[in-house]
């Protein structure tokens, strides 16, 4: 596989002067295509920042980032991203949300309702295509964000939290959910998360970081094939590795306490 | 499923009591941030009228104040009716009417792209949001004689006045609620590739047009405010120069219906804006948190 994404020596300051933050320090990483990877750590690490940078949203104080050959300056088409707070457009119904890049791209009208309708039936969304936002549940608001994503073809989906906001079971759910559509297309996947489980039945790489400034403390293979599913969690393997994320992340939490 | 979505966010839209007593007890009716039975809401609402209303015929009935003062509510009903059916006063109310909304359609067609671009682009707020907050505390009505010096006494100086009352804080209202338009709508925007004139109009005016339209509606009070003014001013026609003759007359009657009827015709303007919201932002009906 080739390489996708190449973040060289990144390092991130917030302010000036006296007041001025280091919000990451020196991130090298190399991302091929067709990885799930997950960034994890603690508030304050960094790991939203990096992704805003790759994404083009936010400038890199130093250092490069190269998305598919390019360095990255602004919005790149092969990237798309879901937030963690509910972004759809509370005035569009959701067939249009997930239309929305398509209209802005003029896309036949067509072509448009092909790729509407084929996205709504991947995400379980059809009865609901001309409900508003306001009418969803968490969990569908964040199926209309992940599909109005894909309508516009990335080949690189960044997702900042995605989940942070639903309950419990609406997460899992929506987790299985992701696997599953990943393992149709195989797009990159760099998602952000401080949830241990999350970022196990998730990854094929889980990169850590560590706050204060936010560098990549270490970069853990999981070794268990997909597809997964939430059984998996309760394998013997899983359960060292939870340890070994967690002993990570608490000694992490005592040294910046 | 959609119908139990319906009714969590019922749930949740309401303030944070969770159900009506069924039997109002005292206490109950002064509960804090408890919702009230509908029926109960609307007798509360209808008897603070209708209290009002008595309060007015007892103190006109016992003569305590000189219906010179105070008209009795009958001399007021059959001025009115005078006023209405006689005077031609329905002709004032359409005068004034149509000089309010010239006056508010021009401080609006200006004030609308201003706020927009000034709550979009830190270029055009940096140039415009101080000289505009200097100028909004000018009062409008110190205008009046400049404005009549300028423009003398015919409709172009209740223009005017309306636009000088209304404008200023208009704009800054409008880029107010522009601003208020989440940043993480317009990223996610531009990920799916908005350029910034699709941003603009595609995102940031759609997203701020319940509140905008919110905004409009409070001005437009406040344009009959300045409309009364400029025909007391100077002005032959209007609810404004009615009120101002009925004042040399001594005709307290007629100065009470001017004054109400203008009352009525905000509360009606308030319930039109209301029901074209309703048409206009359908998506708002329900909205959960």
Known sequence: MSDIIRINRVSKTFGEGASMVTAMEDVSLTIKAGEFIVFLGPSGCGKSTLLRMIAGLSDTSRGSIMVDGRAVDGRDPSVGMVFQTYTSFPWLTVQDNIGFGLDLANTGSRARTEKVDSLLKRVSLTRFAKSYPSQLSGGMQQRVAIARALAVEPQILLMDEPFGALDALTRVEMQTFLLDLWSQDQKTVIFVTHDIDEAMLLADRIVVFSPHPGRIAEIIDVDIPHPRTIDETEREDFDRLRHRLRRLLFSMAKNAA | ?289
Not at chain 2, 111 to 123: D, I, K, T
């Open chain 2, 1 to 289: 499923m959609a119908n139990s979505v319906e009714k969590q966010a019922n749930v949740i839209g309401a303030p944070f009591g969770a159900h009506s007593p069924k039997r109002l007890g005292g206490a109950d009716l002064f509960a804090i941030r408890r919702p009230l039975p509908r029926t109960v809401s609307v007798v509360l609402s209808v008897s603070f009228f209708v209290l009002l209303f008595a309060g007015w015929m007892v103190i006109s009935a016992t003569g305590m104040v000189s219906d010179f003062f105070l008209p009795s509510p009958s001399q007021v009903l059959r001025s009115a009716w005078e006023m209405y059916t006689e005077k031609g006063f329905l002709w004032d109310i359409a005068i004034s009417i149509y000089r309010v909304f010239v006056g508010f359609c021009i401080a609006a067609s200006v004030a609308l792209p201003l706020g927009l671009m000034m709550g979009s682009v830190q270029f055009f707020r940096s140039l415009l949001e101080p000289c505009l907050a200097f100028t909004r505390y000018m009062p409008a009505t110190a205008f009046i004689p400049l404005l009549v010096l300028w423009l003398g006494i015919d409709d172009a100086q209740k223009f005017s006045v309306i636009v000088v009352g209304t404008f200023f804080t208009l704009t800054l209202m409008v880029m107010v609620s522009t601003t208020a338009v989440s940043l993480t709508l317009i990223e996610a925007a531009i990920m799916l590739g908005a350029k910034p004139k699709q941003l603009i109009f595609k995102v940031i005016l759609p997203a701020a047009k319940p509140a905008i339209f919110n905004d409009l509606r409070i001005v437009l009070g406040w344009a009959w405010t300045y409309i009364v003014i400029a025909e007391i001013v100077a002005a032959s026609s209007g609810v404004g120069y009615v009120i101002l003759s009925a004042s040399r007359f001594m005709d307290t009657a007629t100065i009470f219906v001017g004054i109400i009827s203008i009352g009525i015709i905000g509360l009606i303007s308030d319930l039109l804006f209301n029901i074209s919201g309703r048409y206009l932002f359908p998506y708002l009906q329900r909205t959960r948190s």
